[in-house]
């Protein structure tokens, strides 16, 4: 009971820490899927581009950033890349000095190292595709974008779910390497808690019980989402 009492809002617990923590982690991740989902599918295209130094470029962003460590990218991107800003701006105003917000480059390092990994997930997802689908709506008269769109798009999406579910369930758990820029996530929160109580155990134990909980509630949406889209390919019965 005491150890539970540890938990409490206010003063004398963590509670209230823990929550805002939480809600770090859970903007974090919600605020880099959904751009590193466009940056993915950026990459892939790039990947099937016409254009030679396209494909050089999207090949190699997707090497560097599938070869990185998550930390180590993280790591470059806070310290390094905001020295790189200012070299730049002092060209312009000597005085410049930028600062570089952590919880961005926590969701640039992030989505740098997520769009590189679901690059490949949309590419493998495309080739999964039949080629005579675009073929057939060609034949219709439909236009690239109308053939991409209403065609290829919803067939590569029921592909991609299940991939880029558990892309999302890393990034989950990846959040919490940004402790270290020092942004107060639910990781950062709770070593603060252990420094204060010295109960380790129990604070690990609530952080392995949340990020369980976390997955689980994930997966359930991604059953859902993967039912709908099966649904909506098969005309809606």
Same mark, same amino acid.
């Given at each position: 009971?005491?150890?539970?009492?540890?938990?409490?809002?206010?003063?004398?617990?963590?509670? +209230?820490?823990?929550?805002?923590?939480?809600?770090?982690?859970?903007?974090? =991740?919600?605020?880099?899927?959904?751009?590193?989902?466009?940056?993915?599918?950026?990459?892939?295209?790039?990947? /099937?581009?016409?254009?030679?130094?396209?494909?050089?470029?999207?090949?190699? *962003?997707?090497?560097?950033?599938?070869?990185?460590?998550?930390?180590?990218?993280?790591?470059?991107?806070?310290?390094?890349?905001?020295?790189?800003?200012?070299?730049?701006?002092?060209?312009?105003?000597?005085? /410049?000095?930028?600062?570089?917000?952590?919880?961005?480059?926590?969701?640039?390092?992030?989505?740098?190292?997520?769009?590189?990994?679901?690059?490949?997930?949309?590419?493998? =997802? *495309?080739?999964?595709? +039949?080629?005579?689908?675009?073929?057939?709506?060609?034949?219709?008269?439909?236009?690239?974008?109308?053939?991409?769109?209403?065609?290829?798009?919803?067939?590569?999406?029921?592909?991609?779910?299940?991939?880029?579910?558990?892309?999302?369930?890393?990034?989950?758990?990846?959040?919490?390497?940004?402790?270290?820029?020092?942004?107060?996530?639910?990781?950062?929160?709770?070593?603060?808690?252990?420094?204060?109580?010295?109960?380790?155990?129990?604070? *690990?134990?609530?952080?392995?019980?949340?990020?369980?909980?976390?997955?689980?509630?994930?997966?359930?949406?991604?059953?859902?989402?993967?039912?709908?889209? /099966?649904?909506?390919?098969?005309?809606?019965?």
């Amino acid at each position: 009971m005491d150890l539970l009492q540890l938990l409490s809002f206010g003063d004398t617990g963590w509670g +209230d820490e823990l929550m805002r923590g939480l809600g770090v982690t859970l903007a974090l =991740a919600i605020v880099t899927a959904p751009i590193a989902l466009v940056f993915s599918f950026l990459v892939a295209w790039g990947k /099937a581009s016409a254009w030679r130094g396209v494909r050089v470029f999207s090949n190699g *962003y997707t090497t560097v950033f599938r070869s990185l460590p998550e930390l180590l990218t993280l790591i470059i991107i806070y310290y390094q890349l905001q020295s790189l800003i200012n070299v730049v701006a002092r060209v312009f105003v000597p005085d /410049a000095n930028i600062t570089l917000n952590a919880f961005a480059a926590g969701v640039v390092a992030l989505t740098l190292v997520f769009s590189a990994l679901g690059s490949e997930v949309v590419r493998s =997802a *495309y080739q999964a595709v +039949d080629k005579g689908q675009a073929e057939a709506a060609m034949a219709l008269g439909l236009r690239r974008n109308q053939i991409f769109f209403k065609v290829i798009l919803p067939q590569m999406w029921r592909h991609c779910l299940p991939a880029f579910g558990n892309l999302w369930l890393i990034l989950l758990k990846d959040t919490s390497l940004v402790s270290i820029i020092a942004i107060s996530d639910l990781v950062r929160y709770a070593n603060m808690a252990i420094a204060t109580t010295k109960e380790p155990f129990f604070f *690990y134990s609530v952080l392995a019980i949340i990020y369980v909980v976390l997955a689980f509630l994930s997966g359930r949406l991604q059953s859902v989402l993967e039912h709908r889209s /099966a649904v909506n390919l098969q005309g809606g019965r």
